[in-house]
């Protein structure tokens, strides 16, 4: 469903489905990299939930593979999410979805990861600022529709 602005996201759906699984990775249209979070934990306090950005994976096989690398101590995840955010990366940071997962990772787990998340959000916008950037020089993959005469 779009509106005037757009692609319109069920923001309590999402929520929902991501309440639900045990590693969540979100995908952006304007960069490869990803935001992986993997909820788990050994239970024992060795190993705390993961927050990061990382390279992309060709499928969630791929992805577990990864996962087992960084975090051998932890099985296999049972339950994995992946989505594409349609939004920008202020929207993502400043809405109720970031709000609820970041709150998901303290109650379940004790740990703050807003200064993690800041930390990512800051690589993203300039990411993002990039792009742009380069859509607007015509740049790195992108044409120029229009062009000026400079005679």
Do not use: C
């Amino acid at each position: 469903m779009t509106n005037d602005n757009g692609l319109v996201l069920d923001i309590e759906a999402l929520v929902v489905a991501a309440a639900d699984s045990d590693v969540l990775v979100i995908g952006f249209e304007f960069m490869a990299e990803r935001v992986v979070i993997d909820f788990r934990t050994d239970h024992r306090g060795h190993s705390l939930p993961l927050l990061e950005l990382a390279e992309p994976m060709a499928d969630a096989e791929e992805r577990v593979a990864w996962l087992a690398d960084r975090r051998p101590a932890l099985a296999a995840p049972e339950r994995f999410l992946f989505f594409v955010w349609p939004h920008s990366t202020g929207m993502l940071t400043k809405s109720s979805f970031a709000e609820q997962i970041l709150a998901r990772l303290e109650e379940e787990h004790g740990v703050d990861y807003r200064p993690v998340l800041a930390r990512i959000a800051t690589g993203l916008r300039q990411a993002e600022r990039a792009e742009q950037l380069a859509a607007i020089r015509g740049i790195e993959g992108f044409e120029t529709v229009w062009s000026r005469d400079w005679e």
